[in-house]
């Protein structure tokens, strides 16, 4: 039978071994290709947080039923669509607008955005990919097994969020994914691999637990 979640979670990992292959045969310009800014994964990753943005509002029109978990998605949602356009830079390089002067001496790309800002000798940059990295561990390692240990705290909130997990037994995936980036792709810009491949693996959990809660609903009204 075919396993759609599984395929979703190791597809991905054609980007980082084709990195590692064209860095090792001399055709580094094509990994760089992928990761540069702009480049394909960059892109994919804008509509990636779009489709996280849509996904969350439905999940959280599903929760209706909860004020609470309703404004919560929302306020995720909204989370997700400012890194969406976080990404394209708020749109600045398709409609072609100048970055005001104050701004380039404060960001490191001279764009208009604010995780490249640096702030005396802070990069906004470095603490949010720490943080995004923790979010990241957490969510796919440490709370599904909390979860499958059955702990009291870590059970209640997943279940009464409805949040999706990632199985146990596909995590190796995800952590041989993870090193292949940030051991093997000798590029300057190798975090853009895993900005891709974490919020990409959120929207295939979202959208598959969005799926079987109107299968779920469907099934309750017509028993």
């Not at 190791?10 to 990761?35: H, K, N, Q």
């Amino acid at each position: 039978m075919f396993n759609f979640r599984f395929v979703a979670i190791l597809a991905p990992l054609i980007f980082p071994v084709l990195c590692v292959i064209f860095a090792l045969t001399g055709f580094d310009e094509f990994g760089g290709f992928l990761i540069k800014e702009d480049g394909l994964l960059e892109t994919c990753s804008f509509f990636i947080w779009v489709g996280l943005a849509v996904v969350f509002v439905g999940y959280g029109l599903a929760l209706k039923k909860s004020t609470f978990k309703l404004c919560v998605y929302l306020f995720v949602a909204l989370g997700a669509f400012f890194v969406a356009m976080e990404e394209i830079s708020w749109g600045q390089r398709v409609f072609d607008i100048e970055t005001p002067k104050a701004m380039q001496e404060m960001n490191l790309q001279k764009e208009i955005n604010l995780h490249n800002l640096k702030v005396g000798e802070v990069r906004v940059n470095r603490i949010l990919t720490r943080v995004g990295s923790l979010i990241l561990i957490a969510y796919f390692f440490i709370v599904p097994w909390l979860y499958q240990r059955k702990t009291k705290f870590i059970t209640g909130l997943v279940d009464y969020f409805k949040a999706p997990l990632i199985e146990l037994k596909y995590a190796p995936i995800v952590a041989v994914y993870a090193v292949i980036t940030y051991v093997f792709v000798a590029h300057d810009r190798h975090g853009e691999l895993m900005e891709f491949y974490g919020p990409f693996l959120i929207l295939v959990l979202f959208a598959g637990g969005y799926k079987q809660m109107k299968l779920d609903a469907a099934n309750d009204d017509n028993s």
